[in-house]
Structure formats: structure tokens, C-alpha cells
């Protein structure tokens, strides 16, 4: 579970005070090799799992990516030669993927937890919570669209080798400083005027921020979606691990259902906790169009439950298939899938890092809650085309 953009999520960036003190963020070209992860060509027998995988049902959700990639001079081929395709079992599918990609094996720096081509697998999910588009005894928690004065600044215009980076900041005189924190904007009147609509928990309004996006049943029985517009530029803190570092829980208990448990069972320290995330997600409204289609992730095509993972860009392209090879949440049962990269998440950081998305509702959220698994992960590259140049420098 992670902050989403699509969600989505939260490109970290050094806040700074001024635009001239933007240079100390800038990672020098020593530090960037210090921290170059190899991404190693494999043969498709290499991938645990490639040949046991429904890999046709993967199909409609590449396509989607197709849709968002497929002008780019290394989609054109490969999408071109998609939409010949009728693609009906999981051969089919194969031969289409072998024959137009290149695996390569995701690695990252070694760490004493995992070995170094395992990392963490979490799931993320569209919640449905109730609301009302004023506020009644029943629904007293707002939920918001962006502020008017939150500047959102591309860094790229400023140093070229911080492209994909945003800074997030407000205005004070002529200096550009860090935007107002959670605690600031939950508990003052910052925000008022930007209600979009209200609901009944404030636990369910940060899950409803951490997964991005999420539908809301209005009391007139209309069902709506919000999905991700901006975020306040702080970086997203887990509340686990601060449960965790204040002794209330263990690791096995910090998930979504052991946090709402702790909550209910400690109501007047709610706002502590929450606040201890100084990130917080701004929403849009969008009308349901489909009730069987997902949220747009960062990608801007609709997320496929069980399909479509968020990545770290800085490693992953947007629109790549990866297939991942984890477990079930909380088991040991094998999960091997062909998936697309069509999100990213404020907690998704590194190459072997993913966030499985379940899909809409109680089910989906339950799957999400409990999946902190160990999991590997290969990226499909067209062949015949040359990696992005932040996974060739990583590459070296």
C-alpha cells in the first residue's frame, strides 16, 4: 500500500527554501554511479514463472499501454505489430512477447534484508467509501482539490539532469517554501472553499490519499470517482512504521486491518498519527463511465486489477510489461504474472519495488492490505531498441 498519483504519486523532491538553493538537490554524476543497478539480458527460460502464466489476460491491459506509448519512436514497431495480432491463449501471447522483446533481469544494490534481485511487493486498490456533497452529522470529514496558491514547478526547466522532478512549494514574497504540511492543513482553515465532498472517517480519507484514488456513494445514491489532481510536495511516512517506532504494534501487525484496529481501539490519538504523514493528496472528480474500468494511473490509461503494478520510473519505463514473480498476500502461493507498469506510488522507490493493484472494492482492499511479500522482477524491452538513459546509467 503507497501513495499514489493515479493515483499518483509522489515524485520525491528536495524542497527547497529558494530556487537558488535548488542546486544542493542536485545528485552529482559520482553519486549517480555509486548508485547504478545492472539490468542484466536473461533468455525467457531465466524468468521463474514466464511459461505457467495466463499470459493472454495480460493482453488488453498491454494494449492500454500501447495506447499511451505508441507514438514513441521504441513503441512504434511493437505496437504496430500489436493491433495485427489476435491474441486468444497464453502461446499466443508468448510468441508475441519473445519474438518482439528482450527480458532483462532487475537488480538493485545489495542490502542485508533481501538478496539482490528480490524486493518488496505491496497492493494497493480504488476504495469505495460514503459521503455527501455537504457536510451533515453523519459525513464531517472533508476531502479536497488542490489549492490555488500550491505552485507545482518542473526542475527540468532549471537542471536538465533532474527531468521527471517537481517541486511543490507556495509562495512567500519572492521566495518559493515548502507548501503546508498535513497537520497545518487538517487543522486550520487553509483549505476552505476546496471541499469537494465529505465523508464519514478520517482513517478512510487517508487510505482513500494513500491509495490515490477511490469512489465515493453520495447520499442521493450517485456513485463518483475521485482520482488523483496534486499532492502538498511533502514526502510520504508511513503510519505503520510510525506505530511501529512508537511500540504500539509489531511488523506482522502494521497492516491496513491491524492499523484500523489500533485506531478504533485508540480513537483520541487518530489525529497524531494521521499527521505524522506530512504528505497529503489533492483529488478531481470524474464521472464513472464504466464501473468495471479502473482509476487512471499515472500512465493516464485505466489500471487492469491483477494486471497493472506501479514502479519507480526512474528504473521502470511507463508502459513496460514486467513480469513478477511473488507470493499471495500473507502465504506462500506462487504469483506470477505478466504485468504493465502503468502507475508510480510516493513509496515506490527502487528497481525491485512494485505495487500490485488488486482492483475496486472490499475484496481488492483486503488482498492490498495483507501483500508485503518478497518478490523478483523482469522488465520487457522492444527489441532493437536502446534502454531509456536513466536505466542505461544505472546500468553500467
Not at 509522489?10 to 527554501?17: L, P, Q, R
Not at 514574497?173 to 497545518?184: D, L, M, N, T, W
Not at 504523514?277 to 485505466?302: Q, Y
Amino acid at each position: 500500500m503507497a501513495e499514489h498519483t493515479s493515483s499518483r504519486a509522489i515524485v520525491g523532491t528536495c524542497i527547497a527554501v529558494t530556487l537558488i538553493a535548488l542546486s544542493a538537490c542536485v545528485t552529482s554524476p559520482k553519486q549517480r554511479e555509486e548508485q547504478n543497478v545492472p539490468y542484466q539480458p536473461v533468455d525467457w527460460s531465466q524468468i521463474d514463472g514466464w511459461t505457467d502464466d495466463s499470459t493472454h489476460e495480460a493482453w488488453s491491459a498491454f494494449l492500454n499501454s500501447c495506447k499511451a506509448r505508441g507514438k514513441r519512436p521504441e513503441w512504434l514497431a511493437v505496437c504496430a505489430a500489436a493491433k495485427q495480432q489476435t491474441i486468444v491463449d497464453p502461446a499466443g501471447a508468448r510468441r508475441f512477447f519473445e519474438a518482439q522483446f528482450n527480458a532483462y533481469r532487475l537488480l538493485k544494490d545489495k542490502d542485508a534484508q533481501r538478496p539482490r534481485d528480490t524486493g518488496l511487493i505491496t497492493g494497493y486498490y480504488e476504495p469505495l467509501l460514503f459521503g455527501a456533497r455537504k457536510p451533515v452529522p453523519t459525513f464531517t470529514v472533508p476531502l479536497y482539490a488542490p489549492p490555488d496558491d500550491l505552485l507545482t514547478i518542473d526542475l527540468a526547466g532549471l537542471y536538465p539532469e533532474l527531468k521527471g522532478k517537481t517541486l511543490r512549494g507556495r509562495l512567500q514574497g519572492k521566495k518559493v517554501i515548502p507548501y503546508y504540511s498535513r497537520a497545518e492543513l487538517d487543522n486550520g482553515p487553509l483549505l476552505n472553499g476546496k471541499e469537494l465532498v465529505w465523508v464519514d472517517g478520517a482513517l478512510d480519507a487517508f487510505y482513500l490519499q494513500v491509495q490515490g484514488s477511490g469512489r465515493v456513494q453520495l447520499t442521493d445514491g450517485e456513485t463518483i470517482r475521485l482520482a488523483y489532481a496534486d499532492q502538498n510536495g511533502h514526502p510520504y511516512r508511513s503510519i505503520g512504521r510510525y506505530l511501529i517506532d512508537k511500540g504500539e504494534l509489531t511488523v506482522a501487525q502494521a497492516t491496513a486491518q491491524g492499523i484500523r484496529e489500533w485506531v478504533e481501539a485508540h480513537p483520541a490519538r487518530i489525529r497524531e498519527v494521521l499527521d505524522s504523514n506530512p504528505s497529503m493528496v489533492f483529488f478531481r472528480e470524474e464521472r464513472i463511465a464504466d464501473a468495471n474500468e479502473g482509476p487512471k494511473g499515472a500512465l493516464a490509461v485505466p489500471l487492469t486489477p491483477g494486471r497493472s503494478i506501479a514502479v519507480d520510473p526512474n528504473y521502470i519505463p511507463l508502459g513496460a510489461p514486467v513480469f513478477l514473480s511473488t507470493t499471495y498476500p500473507a502465504t506462500d502461493t506462487p504469483l506470477r504474472r505478466l504485468m504493465m507498469a502503468q502507475d508510480t506510488g510516493g513509496a515506490i522507490k527502487g528497481s525491485v519495488r512494485a505495487d500490485f493493484f488488486w482492483g475496486f472494492g472490499k475484496a481488492a482492499g483486503e488482498s492490498a492490505g495483507r501483500m508485503r511479500q518478497d518478490g523478483r522482477m523482469w522488465v520487457l524491452w522492444p527489441k532493437g531498441q536502446m534502454l531509456p538513459d536513466s536505466v542505461i546509467q544505472r546500468g553500467r
